[in-house]
């Protein structure tokens, strides 16, 4: 009976009417889009800059209404292209970066201050960080890295500004992140011990959130460690990092196969659901985010600390900062096509459980039609879509797969076939739209 009712349970569906808002609003630049493909051919991740930029300067408004005192750092590995580090750094932000690759990128851009944080960090990497330690705060995630870091700035005879990350599960698998709150006392006293290096904050950070609730349950119990900290261990912090994880506003959308019931009849050897019904967990605005996570850190940290509030949005930021445009090159049925680009674009099977509309910028329609999109890799599991916004899909017709910002490049393949360029999208404010038939499939 409970498993009847497990399969009876309905996780929300995604409003019609908001789906066919989004694919409009890409239908209506579709002669940029079209234009872009024109001038480099295709498969193509197109960074939309302007996009980004604007999202960026939401982000920062919504915070610094709230907070006397914020930085905004942009989480690198969300999206690693150096144009969108570029781009946000000119929009005022620093980088947050988890290698020594990532932090060498950022060194190369205007960012006047970069957080290094990550567990495992090698001794060539706290060097380069080292190195650079008036742009560069080391956020320590062990005991064992505290004493590393200082042989490191010992060795450099410098000094180095750093905070340690707090652990926000200590019994699943975050642990492997951070220190437990228990333990902050004590890696303070050893940290006095280390001369050469600075602790001046504290980091958490909770991924993959709809809303701000594991912000606030964390934050009241960071307020109740501090308040049992020794006075000057809790004034010498100036800095209290709260990490990113916020989910954008467009909330996140799921094939049948990812619902909580299509995976339950996949386990029961049923068919996971109608793979034209689509599934939504809203998400609240960043305003709203800020504000709660500004009213508890007021109400639950100690009066007697002064410090600037650190958040490290990756996702946020970059999600609608690259998009992927494709042709088809086969047409094997009618509802059975394949692309010139694969999903090693993306680095992971990541459409047969998370819902994208593709939109035919060629034959463009508000009316979603049944149709296997499918890839050119040599793999049944490279699939971008189970339908299809368009009035017919044929040979040479254009396919965008929007808002593929945020970790899709980052993780992308070197898997059978070249990955696609990136190029920024070219911006058409008039003129006539350009047919299909003015380009050459696949070229």
Known sequence: ?????????QTPQLDSGELRSFVSSFIDRRQSFLETVL???????????????????????????????????????????????????????????????????????????????????????????????QRVTVLMDSFGELQKLEKVAVGQGKSIRAGVRLTTDESGIWRKFGIPLSQLSRFFAEADKCRHVELSGLQFHLSWNLNPDKYVVFIVSLGSALRGLERSY????????????????????????????????????????????????????????????????????????????????????????????????????????????????????????????????????LSEKECLIAGSLCTPHDIWGYTCFGDDVQVGDVLLVPNQGAYTYSLRQNFIKPLPEVVELVNVESGVLLPSATRKPGS
């Not at 009976?1 to 349970?9: D, Q």
């Not at 506003?249 to 689509?278: C, I, K, Y």
């Not at 992927?324 to 090693?344: E, M, N, Q, W, Y």
């Open 1 to 9: 009976m409970k498993i009847a009712g497990l399969l009876k349970r």
């Open 234 to 365: 809790r004034q010498a912090i100036k800095f209290l990092d709260i990490g990113g994880g916020y989910w954008p506003p467009q909330g996140e959308w799921l094939q049948a196969a990812a619902t909580p019931e299509g995976v339950l009849r996949q386990t029961l050897l049923q068919t996971s659901g109608n793979t034209s019904d689509h599934y939504k967990y809203a998400s609240v605005t960043i305003d709203d985010f800020a504000n709660h996570i500004a009213q508890a850190l007021k109400k639950q940290i100690p009066d007697d600390m002064s410090y600037t509030v650190y958040t490290e949005p990756g996702r946020w930021l970059s999600n609608e900062a690259m998009h992927i445009l494709l042709t088809v090159v086969d047409r094997k049925a009618a509802d059975v096509i394949i692309t010139d680009g694969g999903t090693h674009a993306v680095g992971w099977e990541r459409f047969e459980s998370d819902y994208f509309p593709i939109i035919n910028l060629s034959r463009p329609s």
């Open 39 to 133: 001038k480099h051919g295709s498969p193509l991740y197109v960074l939309d800059e302007a996009a980004l930029l604007n999202r960026a300067r939401q982000f920062k408004t919504a915070f610094a209404s709230v907070l006397s005192s914020v930085k905004v750092f942009y989480a690198v590995k969300s999206n690693s292209h150096p144009a969108v580090a570029r781009a946000v750094v000119r929009a005022g932000c620093g980088l947050d970066v988890s290698s020594g690759l990532e932090l060498g990128a950022a060194l190369e851009t205007d960012a006047e201050e970069i957080i290094f944080s990550g567990p495992g960090k090698m001794d060539s990497e706290l060097h380069l960080a080292v190195q650079n330690n």
